[in-house]
T-cell receptor
Framework: NAGVTQTPKFQVLKTGQSMTLQCAQD?????MYWYRQDPGMGLRLIYY???????DKGEVPNGYNVSRLNKREFSLRLESAAPSQTSVYFC????????????FGSGTRLTVV | AQSVTQLGSHVSVSEGALVLLRCNYS??????LFWYVQYPNQGLQLLLK??????LVKGINGFEAEFKKSETSFHLTKPSAHMRDAAEYFC????????????FGTGTKLQVIP
């Protein structure tokens, strides 16, 4: 089925460890996004990529880096994980036009101990 | 900066009763507005969107929302709740510009009581 695929679905890290969350979409969308979801705070934008070759910071970028590898793939890296980064992470994609709406992946539940 | 306020983090309705989930927005330009639904342990799914055409927007699963500029509101309604409607609902507003960047509300969890 067409859509946004995120891996892994679950991960437990120790403080200070690093990891990369993978995201791929097969809808030929230009724009891709990484959000984190925390209870009572809704979704907060970490980074986004308006088109292949560009990335920009969102609302909460500290502690994260991203790579837009090609049009399909957009990865999120935690260089040195902290307990404050325990969250559910969602990748999303959309067409460039603002009226299209997002397609979301199923999420990665990350726990940092 | 744009923002969205969802009134009520939890709403409970009886099965068959009217569902009303409230959303107010702030925007300096004509907004594009969205409602998303999130079922447990899943990603968000687009329910409906307002993009400056008809002010009453119909979405999936029998939901609809009405854009009221004078009240800066975009409330979500459904005439008769089903058990399967139990989920978390997010209102969102899109910034202006050549690409889409969306600000989400904090969500409203809908409980449907049998």
């Amino acid at each position: 089925n067409a859509g946004v695929t995120q891996t892994p679905k679950f991960q437990v890290l120790k403080t200070g460890q690093s990891m990369t969350l993978q995201c791929a979409q097969d809808m030929n969308h230009n724009s891709m996004y990484w959000y984190r979801q925390d209870p009572g705070m809704g979704l907060r934008l970490i980074y986004y990529s308006a088109s292949e070759g560009t990335t920009d910071k969102g609302e909460v970028p500290n502690g994260y880096n991203v790579s837009r590898l090609n049009k399909r793939e957009f990865s999120l890296r935690l260089e040195s994980a902290a307990p404050s980064q325990t969250s559910v992470y969602f990748c999303a994609s959309s067409e460039r036009d603002r009226d299209y709406g997002y397609t979301f992946g199923s999420g990665t539940r990350l726990t940092v101990v | 900066a744009q923002s969205v306020t969802q009134l009520g983090s939890h709403v409970s309705v009886s099965e068959g009763a009217l569902v009303l989930l409230r959303c107010n927005y702030s925007s300096s330009v004509p907004p594009y507005l969205f409602w998303y639904v999130q079922y447990p342990n899943q990603g968000l799914q687009l329910l409906l969107k307002y993009t400056s055409a008809a002010t009453l927007v119909k979405g999936i699963n029998g939901f609809e929302a009405e854009f009221k500029k004078s009240e800066t509101s975009f409330h979500l309604t459904k005439p008769s709740a089903h058990m399967r409607d139990a989920a978390e609902y997010f209102c969102a507003v899109s910034e202006s510009g050549g690409y889409q960047k969306v600000t989400f509300g904090t969500g409203t969890k809908l409980q449907v009581i049998p």
